[in-house]
Structures are given as structure tokens and as C-alpha cells.
């Protein structure tokens, strides 16, 4: 919806006053806003990120942990994307959260 109301009004012309980055940075926060109480967004991809939101419970499944310790082997604590980044296959991704979800 946000993306349909920001695409709106740039073809009406509405919003001649704000800049490019106040638009990109406002989408930003109002993307950040949308993980609920519980839950995590993490990144998931190897040469494009796809977010996904998660229940934070799932940070204490040996799956994940496995998953985040070999992240954390491969590539170290610095990620581009400002958030949890696990850049593995995103079907592999699916797989173990799809488990977790079935348990």
C-alpha cells in the first residue's frame, strides 16, 4: 500500500517539495514498523536478499542456530543490508522454517 500511495502521488506531481531521500527514507521507516512484537526480519539470499519475518522463538532451534553460526563463520557480524543476513539458498531458507512451523 505504501509503495501504490508514494507511486501515486509521483505521477500526480504531489510531492515536488520532498526530496528523494526524505521519500526513500520515510518507505524505510514505515517498512520497519511492519514486524510485530516477536518477530525478526532477517535477509535471505545469495546474490538478492528476500526479507522474511520470523518468530523470534526460532532463534533458539538448533536448526537456526547452525544455520547463523556458519553465517557467522563464513562472513563475520558486518552486513550490509542493517539487519540479520543469511545469505544462504532461499529454498534452503524455506525448508528449515517450514519445518520449524510443522513442530
Request: charged residues 25%; positive net charge; contains cysteine.
Amino acid at each position: 500500500m505504501a509503495t501504490f500511495e508514494l507511486y501515486r502521488r509521483l505521477t500526480i506531481g504531489m510531492c515536488l517539495t520532498e526530496t528523494l531521500d526524505e521519500m526513500v527514507q520515510r518507505l524505510v521507516m514505515l517498512r520497519r514498523n511492519d514486524v510485530p512484537k516477536g518477530y525478526l526480519a532477517v535477509y535471505v539470499g545469495v546474490h538478492q536478499k528476500k526479507r522474511f519475518v520470523i518468530p523470534i522463538s526460532y532463534l533458539k532451534q538448533p536448526s537456526i542456530q547452525n544455520l547463523l553460526s556458519e553465517v557467522e563463520q563464513e562472513f563475520g557480524f558486518d552486513h550490509p543490508m542493517g539487519g540479520l543476513t543469511i545469505p544462504c539458498r532461499e529454498d534452503y531458507f524455506l525448508s528449515i522454517t517450514s519445518h520449524l512451523k510443522r513442530s
